[in-house]
């Protein structure tokens, strides 16, 4: 019976820390899937399908990982119909610990045969953010250390995309 993980987040846009974290969690499970959420309490920069791209682009080297949209549905019924026994959630810092283990608290109400793994962060990526990530961007910093080549560029594209309808 294969292992099957989901890892479901806004990516508004992807990051080195999202990255390892699904690297990482690559390798715990047979088959892994990126859920792009659409979290109505976020205004996000990129759509639903920009962010997918990125996703795909950013884990083309990983065989046994799809990325999906998960809009019309919680995702502890998202990852019951993928046949997903495990939810991945990333942590940064000790703030991100409550709001993540009340999500896992009730993810275990609603669906008991489900669980919920923590994978800390590695040091090199727990400051960043998408929100970090933006506002660097937004007053030219060096991304290089933020998430790969081609989702700056596309984050640059973006912004500039931005600027010009102003």
Do not use: W
């Not at 990482?24 to 899937?33: A, K, Q």
């Not at 309490?41 to 996703?55: A, G, Q, S």
């Amino acid at each position: 019976m294969d292992k099957v993980g989901l890892y479901s987040g806004t990516f508004d846009p992807v990051t080195n820390g999202h990255l390892d974290v699904i690297e990482r969690g690559y390798e715990l499970f047979d088959r892994l899937y990126i859920t792009v959420a659409q979290n109505i309490n976020k205004k996000t920069l990129f759509t639903v399908e920009e962010r997918v791209e990125m996703l795909k682009c950013a884990t083309a080297h990983l065989p046994n990982v799809e990325v999906m949209v998960c809009s019309d549905k919680l995702v502890v019924d998202f990852a019951k119909e993928v046949g997903a026994k495990t939810i991945l959630r990333g942590l940064r810092a000790v703030t991100d610990f409550e709001y993540e283990l009340q999500m896992a608290q009730t993810n275990r109400v609603l669906a008991p045969d489900v669980d919920t793994v923590f994978l800390t962060t590695s040091l090199e990526y727990a400051y960043v953010s998408s929100t970090i990530m933006k506002e660097v961007a937004r007053f030219g910093g060096d991304l290089s250390k933020f998430a790969p080549p081609e989702i700056i560029q596309a984050l640059h594209s973006k912004m500039q995309e931005q600027n010009e309808e102003k």
